[in-house]
Every structure is written in C-alpha cells, then in structure tokens.
C-alpha cells in the first residue's frame, strides 16, 4: 500500500544541534493505517512538516526508544515531499483552509476564491502525484490482479492528485488501484457549484477506482455533483458513477477511533475534576465549524432559565490552538475570550465560577479523565465531516452510572450515534434545554444510552474502519472466496 496524505505520519524537527528528527503524531487515523503500510511493507508519501534547504538530506529513523505506532516505519519507505514555501503556504493556508475548508463545511460567505491559491493547489497535488509515481516505480513489479498496489489518497487536500497519478500510471503501465478518503464533509450541489473550479475537482476524484465518505449524505451529494457538473451517468442506489469509461465505487465508511485504547487511557488515568460539580465538557480546535460561540451562548441560557444549576454544574471547554496565523482564527480566538469574561462576570459567585476554559492541549491521559468523569459530553459542531471527540467520550464513560452524550445532526457524528441525545446548536434556547435533559436524565436511561453507544463504537472501531476500505477497495479477499479459493 501507498498512503498519500498532506502530512506524513510524524513531523521532523530540528534538535538544538541542528540535526533532522521525528516527532511522532499520535491520532487515531495513524494508528489505525500505519501498521497496514508497516506490515504491507507499503509506503508514505506526505509533507514531513519542515521546509528542507536541502531536499536530498535524509530522513532519519526513528528513535530507539519510540513506541508509536509509527516506530517501524523505516525511512527508505517515507518520501518527503518538498516544495517552495511561498507556494505551499498559498496552497495550504489560501486553497485548502481558506477555500475547501469554509466550502465543504457549507460556510461559503467565509469562503476565498483567488485564482493564484488555486493554481498553487494544481502544483501541489502534481508534486505530490509525481511523488507517489516514484514510489510506485519503486515497488517491485506486480504479477496479478491480487499484488496490485494499493494507493489511498485522503482529504481535501489532495482532490486532483488521483487522477494524475491514474494518467501517469498507464502511460508507464504501472498497474495500481486507487482510493480516495475525505475526511470532511462533501456540500450539496448548490454549495459546490459555487467554486469556479469544480469540474476539474470532480475529474480528480474520479482518478480513483473508489472514492469513501463517512456517511451516505456526503456520498450522495457527490453522485449529484457528478451528475449534473459532469453529466455523468450515475447509480444513486448502488452509488455508481460512470466517467472516462470507467465505473467508480461511491462508498460510506465511517471513521471509528482506537476504542480500547481510550477504555484503557481512562482505566488508568488519575481523577483530576473535583466531584462536588457536575462538569459538561467540550474538546474541539478552535475553529469556526465546531459551534463553539453558539455553544457558549446556550450555556448561558442554561443558567438564565434553569438557575438550580448555578454551582452545581461548570462547562469545562478545551480549544486546541488551530491554524493561529488566519485572521478568522485569531478573531474567533478574541470573540471566545470576550464571551467566557462575560458569561463568568455574569455568574460568578465566591465558590464558583461557570466556565472553566482551557486554550491550549493537554495530554492524553488527562483528555481521557477528563472525558471519563464529566457529566455531559458536548458535541455540537454547525458542520463536522465525523467528530472524534463524541466517540472518545463514550469511550472513556466506564464509571456506573454514566454521564450522558449530546450531539448536533450536523455532524457524521449525529447520524450514526443514535442514543445521543441531538441538539442543533443554531437553536439556543432549545439546546439549553437539552443540556437540561442531560443534566436531568435519570440514572437507568443514561446506562442504557450509553451501553448501546459503547457497543457500537467498540464494534466499529478504527481497525473495522481501515479494514473496511481495505474490503472496498477489494484488497480484502472475504472469507467465502478464501473459501472457495482453499
Ligand atoms: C477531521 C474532521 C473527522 C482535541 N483536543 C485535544 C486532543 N484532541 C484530539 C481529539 C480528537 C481530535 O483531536 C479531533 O478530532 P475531530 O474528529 O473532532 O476533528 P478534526 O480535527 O476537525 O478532524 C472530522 C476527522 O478528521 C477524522 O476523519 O472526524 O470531522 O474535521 O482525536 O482527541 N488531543 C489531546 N489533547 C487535546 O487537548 N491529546
């Protein structure tokens, strides 16, 4: 397998020595899909985090003492990819954050359209694609249809570089199959038609033999687009589209996370809440999508009409420092600052203050605790291809009785954890009633929700995901046909 992503696996820093090492990144995602490219013998094509003046310099190995799921990738199976500064930035924070994230988020007015990001995003995805030819030329040749390599583009990032690397492939008769991932949503039609390249975007994607989604709507939407941007031939009920001769493979996969890993995290980690207060807690970036100002507000009237909670009860939000350099982030940054001073100056008293904000990351274990002894999970996105953080919060919720999940439908999130309860957070008055709900949700309900909440993402987890693509790439030969083949 050939996983192509816009960052590689881990990050290379530079020690006080000057000399080039990995710093591990420890997501979901890398966990799950790094042991397949290790164990595959596969390889990772991605942007390594650092600009190199010298681009032939090597990749070092990992540390010794590294346990990351990302320890057994030798350097020889990494390809750096390396690109002027001035252009990355234009692709990277003008046409992938500035553009497809507001776009594909359905946030359109926060939308740019400037020609020149968009031209620096046609480079990119080529130097990308060219990178992964490489790498391809560099696997030994394939015999049949069951060693074909494998190449998994993911996200927004990379929408152009499938079909290119589809073109360059036949040209040298390379065979390969080709899968794309994206992990954000996919808009409506009207939402899409409004970027002024979107033909070529589509024509990208159809690179592919399959392309996923987390959830059928952003499938389905994408089958639309396809048909009327292109006038392709689809299938809406099997998810077919037909293009360049072609036929390819529409499919929803949603994401799980490394669930046992979470139950283990909060089997372990010290209690750090005080337990006099009921904590609801919010986890996200600090990004416009993920509702956070909506979600203070409601909050707030949570206290105004429901004033038997004030003291009882705090919302404890962390927001990760996201994207610091774009002005919409440091103005959110501002707005959210100003919002908590006015919500705490409102409701202070001696002993109690009702929000409790953390700007900053903290570690895992303590992310786990946090999620393990906390009363309400708040998840409520305007717009979220997934969101992690609903599913690692049920996760983590090993204490009897447990707390209680709430979930805006706008996420992947809200359309497949069913027992959540659902919140729109547009509607402030209704979700602090919600949050009520949640706060007031006698003990044999919240075990039940939860139990079925659990059982599923145990089952679905992030490993189920993997193999799931896998599967629907065809890679993954099902026990019948091993079957029939023994
Ligand atoms: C994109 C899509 C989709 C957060 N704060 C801390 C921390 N986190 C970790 C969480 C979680 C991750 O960050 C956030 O994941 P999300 O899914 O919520 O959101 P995005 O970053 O926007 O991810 C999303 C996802 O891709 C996967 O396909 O679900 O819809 O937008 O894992 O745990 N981790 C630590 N400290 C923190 O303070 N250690």
């Known amino acids: 397998m050939i996983v192509v992503s816009n960052r590689l696996p881990f990050v290379l820093v ?3 020595d000057g000399n080039l090492k990995r ?5 979901g995602l890398v966990t799950a899909v790094a042991p397949v490219v290790i164990n595959g013998n596969g390889l990772w094509v991605g942007w390594p985090g650092i600009h190199l003046n010298d681009p032939t310099e090597p990749i070092p190995e990992s540390d010794p003492n590294d346990i ?3 320890a057994g990738l030798k350097s020889d199976k990494v ?6 500064p001035v252009m990355f930035d234009s692709y990277y924070n003008g046409c992938c954050n500035a553009t497809f994230w507001p776009l594909f988020h359905s946030m359109p007015d926060r939308a740019t359209f400037k020609g020149e990001h968009w031209k620096s995003y046609v480079k990119a995805n080529k130097e990308f694609a060219d990178c992964t030819i490489k790498a391809l030329e560099s696997l030994p040749p394939c015999t049949g249809n069951n060693d074909m390599p494998l190449i998994w583009v993911h996200d927004y990032h990379l929408m152009l570089a499938a079909n290119w690397i589809r073109q360059a492939a036949e040209e040298r008769e390379l065979k390969c199959k080709l899968g794309f991932f994206l992990h954000i949503p996919f808009p409506p039609w009207d939402i899409f038609r409004l970027f002024p390249w979107s033909d070529e975007i589509l024509q990208g994607m159809l690179g592919c033999d399959m392309v996923g989604f987390h959830i059928t709507d952003y499938c389905l939407n994408f089958v639309d687009c396809c048909q009327r941007n292109l006038g392709c031939r689809v299938d809406r009920k099997n998810l077919l589209v037909e293009h360049g001769g072609r036929t390819v493979r529409v499919r929803p996969l949603p994401i799980g996370i490394p669930f046992e890993r979470f139950v283990e995290l909060a089997e372990k980690a010290p ?3 005080s337990t006099n207060q009921k904590i609801i807690l919010g986890v996200d970036r600090l990004d416009y999508t993920k509702g956070l100002v909506h979600r203070l507000r409601s909050f ?9 909670h004030i003291e009882k009860v705090s919302l404890l939000q962390i927001s990760v420092p996201s994207r610091t350099d774009v002005k919409e982030y440091q103005d959110l940054k501002e707005e959210m600052d100003q919002l908590v001073g006015r919500i705490n ?3 202070t008293t001696p002993n109690w203050s009702p929000i409790r904000y953390i700007y900053g990351c903290v570690s895992q274990d303590e992310l786990a605790a946090f999620y393990r002894d906390s ?3 708040l998840v409520t996105p305007l717009r979220d291809g997934m969101n992690l953080v609903a599913k690692e919060f049920v996760a983590c919720q090993i204490n009897i009785p447990p707390g209680v999940l709430i979930v805006s439908p706008f996420a992947g999130a809200g359309e497949t954890m069913h027992e959540a309860l659902i919140c729109n957070p547009y509607e402030i008055d209704d979700a602090s009633d919600v949050i009520h709900r949640a706060l007031m949700m006698p003990e044999d309900e919240r075990i039940l929700r939860m139990n079925y909440l659990r059982r599923r993402e145990k089952l679905n987890d992030v490993n189920y995901w993997t193999k799931s693509f896998l599967s629907a790439m065809g890679s993954l030969v099902t026990q019948d046909e091993q079957d029939d083949v023994g």
Request: hydrophobic share 35%.
């Open 300 to 308: 707030e009237k949570l206290l105004e009409k429901y004033p038997e």
């Open 79 to 84: 390809v750096a990819v390396q690109m002027d």
């Open 345 to 347: 100056g409102r409701f």
């Open 375 to 377: 009363a309400v999970g």
């Open 23 to 27: 710093k591990a990144s420890a997501g």
């Open 14 to 16: 530079r020690d006080k």
């Open 68 to 70: 990351t799921p990302t």
């Open 271 to 273: 209690r750090v809440l």
